[in-house]
């Protein structure tokens, strides 16, 4: 079962910075959240992740509330290429059941507009 | 370059009639796992390998088999393909299966099963 909730649709305009919510309320805490996205029919793509700190890498922004209980994916410039389904997964780092596999949720889909 | 990769792309077959879907990496990863994907259903596991020889079923594991003789590749195996297998798979691979460690997806097989 998805731990996540996040919302179904968003849009942004070319350029401007999207801001992707998360709600994992029940995370524990030896979770982390990951956040991958999948362009049309193509195969998931890593985007970031994070335990409790805020993560920065050449793609995104990566912020976690102080009590871990939601997480924002931040595109600083969106471009066209950037439209996509955007999932946010919460997966323990320790060998427990279920730690086998991602769980995708339905995910945000995301379109940037010209 | 690091990468997964899935032969073939894309797969029209008919009822009964066995197929393999290979699947190899290039990045000396452990772990390995099949999904497939379905309008409304999202992601689901197949199967998964902690290493060479080691596999284990996923979520819908009926109706495939899966090898792992070589770290690099992990085929799936249909012995009796049917109608309800037509569906877009995903091979993806991961350093390890404990950690942090983020997956790598291939592009894609889409299969169609007549």
């Known amino acids: 079962d998805a731990k996540t909730t996040q919302p179904p649709s968003m849009d942004c305009a070319e350029g401007r910075a999207a801001n992707l919510p998360c709600n994992h309320s029940?995370?524990?805490?030896?979770?982390?959240v990951y956040w991958y996205r999948q362009i049309h029919s193509q195969g998931p793509q890593y985007i970031i992740h994070?335990?409790?700190n805020n993560e920065t890498n050449e793609m995104a922004s990566l912020i976690i509330t102080e009590d871990r209980k939601s997480s924002t994916l931040i595109l600083p410039h969106a471009t066209l290429r950037d439209t996509a389904v955007y999932y946010c997964i919460v997966r323990s780092r320790l060998l427990i059941q279920g730690a086998q596999k991602l769980v995708f949720g339905q995910g945000t889909r995301l379109t940037i507009n010209p | 370059e690091a990468q997964v990769t899935q032969n073939p792309r894309y797969l029209i077959t008919v009822t009964g009639k066995k197929l393999t879907v290979t699947c190899s990496q290039n990045m000396n990863h452990e772990y390995m796992s099949w999904y497939r994907q379905d309008p409304g259903l999202g992601l689901r596991q197949i199967y998964y390998?902690?290493?060479?020889?080691?596999?284990d079923k996923g979520d819908v594991p009926e109706g495939y088999k899966v090898s792992r003789k070589e770290k690099r590749n992990f085929p799936l195996i249909l012995e009796s393909p049917s109608p309800n297998q037509t569906s877009l798979y995903f091979c993806a691979s991961s350093l390890s299966l404990a950690g942090v460690y983020e997956q790598y997806f291939g592009p894609g097989t889409r299969l169609t099963v007549t």
């Open positions: 994070g335990l409790k």
């Open positions: 029940t995370i524990s805490g030896n979770e982390y």
């Open positions: 390998s902690m290493n060479v020889e080691v596999t």
